[in-house]
Structure formats: structure tokens, C-alpha cells
């Protein structure tokens, strides 16, 4: 099988050729490499030293505007395997990482999209991180825990690792056994059956691209497939700050909490279920509530989200709409 590996880059350093390093040692060879890049000051210099990788087949295309969910999108329309793996430039993955993913899509024809193991509690140079840090950042699921106020929105999600809660928002079970249905994706190690998301489009709604994952596999299910979590294809992804993620949930962007929460307003207005706004406010005053013991910027971050979704499926905002209230009012 024609496998496209994707990697979405911005503001990137020595992160993406180590990574390309990881790829060029992989047991299963037949694969190209899609980099979307957003320019950034200086990057000249990275895009044209990843061009001398000769023995990778690597297409790079620039990003002229938008945001994540943009880039994603040059990525569903532009990646040409029949499998396409997504991973970030700041990981790097295992020797049997493509092969794992393409066994695993050989093997149950009605799995959409699968994500497999994600090691996170490592340094960026590949040590483990000291059992403190690593609690800290564990931390971080704790929010995502809302299973006995926030039941199915759809009994599709029966068994569901994470399911939609009749908030609009996503609810983590826990639940890690192997090959679990799940609409918990990580992007850092997700792949894809090009038919399950061909003319797929995120709508636009966010800055960082908070949900997306979940937006890309709840179409899959949508189109017949399922998506799900197996144990292989292992990903390193160290710890650290960045654009899209924090050492812990006291440390993530206020613009990534807040779209978490917005994802509500995907599963009302884009996706067409029947949010249950008393939920979804009951939910708002658990999180403010137990945010207010992390941080006040954790507190901050689910009130402004929170504010713009029950805004939004009320007036039924546009998704330009709804990104560009989410940046004014981080800009305040």
C-alpha cells in the first residue's frame, strides 16, 4: 500500500530532522512525505536544508494564509497514499511506526482512522522525565473526566473510549485497552484511510486547531468507518511548551483550552446534533470550579470558552464567525 506520511510545520527547529532521521529507518519503505509549512522569520534556511533529504520523497507546500485547520486541510486534499499518517515535527517515531499503521488498515478494512501509542513523559533529548513532572503533567486529563453528568449524545458512542456528551463536548472514559473505539485521536500519531476522509474540510472555527482530530473522526464513523486506538506504531513526544500544548494543564494556551471547549459548537452547528445547553452549562460551572484551583489562567481559558459556544449555537454563528470572536477577545 501507498502510504503518504504528513507533517504539518511552524516555527520548527533541529525537531523535524530528527524526525527525518526516524523516517529514512523505517521497515516499510513505501511511503512519500507532504510537509506543509507556514513561513515563519528564518525559515529559509530549515525548508532548504529538509529539500536535501534526496533519499526521501518529500513534497514541500507552503501555507499562504489561515491557521491550523487550514494546513490540515491542504493535507486532506493534497496527500495521495492510499494510507495517509499525520505526525507532528517535534516527535519522532519507532522503526516499524509506518508499518504497524498499514498492517493495522490492511487487517480491519472497516477502520477509518487509528491512533497508536504515544510516549509523552520523555525530555527532548529522550530521558525519562522524574516522577513529579511526569504527575504534573498526568494532571492534565483530570479535566476531561465528566462521564456521570455528560451522558452519550448518540448511541453510536456505546463503548467509546472518549465519546459527545450532550454538551456538544467531548468526554474521556479513561478507557486505553487495545483497539478500543475511540474519538480520541492524537495527531502526532494518527492514520488514516484516504476514502474515510477524501473532501473531508475543517470548517474553520479555530486558531490553534483544538478538536480537530475528533471533528476528522467522527466523519469517518459518519462515512461507515471506525476510528480507534491500538497498541504499535509508538511515537516520542517530549514534554515541553509550545504553540499547541503545555507541561500541564496549568501551562496549556488559553486559545487550545477555550477551542476544546468550542468543539461544542462543531457538534451543534457543523456536525448537526442536538446540544443540550443546560449540560453544557453545568459542565462550564465543574471546569471554571476546579480550574480555579490550577490557575487563573485554566480559569480564564474554559469561561472564554464557554461564553463564545453557548453564543455561538444560539445565534447559529458562521465558523468565521466563531474564529473571529475566539481571537478578539484572546487579544483583550
Not at 40 to 66: A, H, M, N
Not at 107 to 113: C, E, L, Q, T
Not at 152 to 164: E, K, T
Amino acid at each position: 500500500m501507498e502510504v503518504t506520511i504528513a507533517i504539518p510545520i511552524y516555527k520548527t527547529t533541529q525537531s523535524i530532522f530528527k524526525l527525518l532521521n526516524t523516517i529514512k529507518k523505517q521497515s516499510y519503505q513505501n511511503f512519500n512525505i507532504l510537509i506543509i509549512y507556514k513561513e515563519w522569520p528564518g525559515c529559509e534556511g530549515t525548508i532548504s536544508k529538509i529539500k536535501k533529504y534526496r533519499d526521501l520523497r518529500i513534497e514541500v507546500l507552503k501555507q499562504d494564509q489561515g491557521y491550523f485547520e487550514e494546513a490540515l486541510n491542504m493535507i486532506y486534499r493534497k496527500a495521495d497514499g492510499e494510507i495517509v499518517i499525520h505526525t507532528d515535527d517535534d516527535a519522532w517515531i519507532s522503526k516499524n511506526w509506518v508499518k504497524d499503521h498499514v498492517e493495522l488498515h490492511k487487517k480491519y478494512k472497516k477502520v477509518g482512522m487509528a491512533t497508536g501509542m504515544v510516549i509523552e513523559d520523555i525530555h527532548p533529548n529522550g530521558t525519562p522525565l522524574p516522577f513529579f513532572k511526569k504527575l504534573i503533567n498526568d494532571s492534565k486529563w483530570l479535566m476531561n473526566k465528566h462521564t456521570i453528568i455528560d451522558k452519550l449524545i448518540d448511541d453510536r458512542f456505546n463503548g467509546y473510549g472518549m465519546y459527545i456528551g450532550r454538551s456538544g463536548m467531548l468526554v474521556d472514559t479513561g478507557k486505553r485497552y487495545d483497539m478500543i473505539k475511540t474519538l480520541k485521536q492524537h495527531g502526532v500519531n494518527m492514520s488514516w484511510k484516504r476514502e474515510a476522509l477524501e473532501g473531508f474540510k475543517l470548517p474553520g472555527f479555530t486558531r490553534y486547531g483544538g478538536g480537530n482530530e475528533a471533528c476528522a473522526a467522527l466523519e469517518t464513523l459518519n462515512r461507515g468507518y471506525i476510528p480507534i486506538w491500538f497498541n504499535g506504531a509508538q511515537t516520542f513526544h517530549p514534554i515541553h511548551e509550545s504553540l499547541s500544548r503545555g507541561t500541564s494543564v496549568s501551562t496549556l494556551p488559553i486559545g487550545l483550552t477555550a477551542e476544546r471547549v468550542l468543539f461544542s459548537y462543531y457538534t451543534s452547528n457543523v456536525a448537526g446534533y442536538n446540544v443540550d445547553l443546560d449540560t453544557l452549562r453545568l459542565r462550564n460551572k465543574l471546569d471554571i470550579l476546579l480550574a480555579s484551583f490550577i490557575s487563573n489562567s485554566a480559569k480564564r481559558s474554559y469561561r472564554l470558552g464557554y461564553e463564545i459556544a453557548n453564543e455561538a449555537i444560539e445565534k447559529s454563528w458562521s465558523a468565521k464567525m466563531v474564529r473571529k470572536e475566539l481571537i478578539a477577545r484572546l487579544n483583550e
